[in-house]
């Protein structure tokens, strides 16, 4: 059964930075090398956002409002998909959730972990 967990999320101050984890269990290293990852975020009142997504060959999309200040990266070894979030500002404030699959065909979401950015 797959399972995904996210961490790392917390407070900073605006231009601050946080490093999310996502932690991919039910696959096999082998299987994960193939596995599209996505990240999205919801603010109280707003809907859900997609932020990022890493498909298999490395290919990375990002959003208008985080390109250039997020980046998504993953470690096949350890099953893990890393959003490294840069010059954060009070908008990027959400609850973030990552999934296997990205946009409509994005399942398994995970319990989300909050980011407030405020000062």
């Known amino acids: 059964q797959v399972q995904v967990v996210e961490s790392g999320g917390g407070l900073v101050q605006p231009g601050g930075s946080l490093r999310l984890s996502c932690t991919v269990s039910?696959?096999?290293?082998?299987?994960?090398?193939?596995?599209?990852i996505g990240w999205f975020r919801q603010a109280p009142g707003k809907e859900r956002d997609g932020v990022s997504c890493?498909?298999?060959?490395?290919?990375?999309f990002y959003s208008d409002a985080v390109r250039g200040r997020f980046t998504i990266s993953k470690d096949n070894t350890k099953t893990i998909v890393y959003l490294q979030m840069n010059n954060l500002k009070p908008e990027d404030t959400a609850r973030y959730h990552c999934?296997?699959?990205?946009?409509?065909?994005?399942?398994?979401w995970g319990p989300g972990t909050q980011v407030t950015v405020s000062s």
């Open positions: 999934t296997t699959g990205c946009g409509d065909s994005a399942t398994n």
């Open positions: 039910g696959f096999t290293r082998s299987d994960f090398t193939y596995t599209v």
């Open positions: 890493i498909r298999p060959g490395d290919n990375r």
